[in-house]
């Protein structure tokens, strides 16, 4: 049986593991990648609230850091709040 301290340095693990394998954050939109989004979000609420233990947050915060790397990018590059390169028009069927 594993204690929660095992449990959670194994969901950790499976993250990074995640993030290292497939270059990118695991998706709300896939069910076998949906366990480690919840954890990651279950511990993100844990951190704004100031109850995830001290070790725990350590090494949450690498986990962040390792996440921000692989963070979406927009297609639209913003300069100043505006659209650097206008995106295409939409053409109708026929057009």
Not at 9 to 24: A, E, S
Not at 46 to 64: C, E, I, P, S, Y
Request: glycine share 4%; hydrophobic share 30%.
């Amino acid at each position: 049986m594993m204690t929660q301290d095992q449990r959670w340095t194994m969901m950790w693990q499976k993250y990074m593991d995640f993030l290292h394998n497939n270059k990118r954050r695991p998706s709300k939109y896939q069910p076998e990648e949906r366990d480690l989004v919840n954890w990651a979000k279950h511990n993100r609420k844990l951190v704004n609230k100031g109850v995830l233990k001290a070790d725990r947050k350590t090494r949450f915060d690498q986990l962040v850091a390792e996440a921000e790397k692989y963070q979406r990018v927009n297609q639209h590059q913003y300069v100043n709040g505006e659209t650097a390169s206008p995106p295409t028009p939409l053409r109708r069927r026929g057009e």
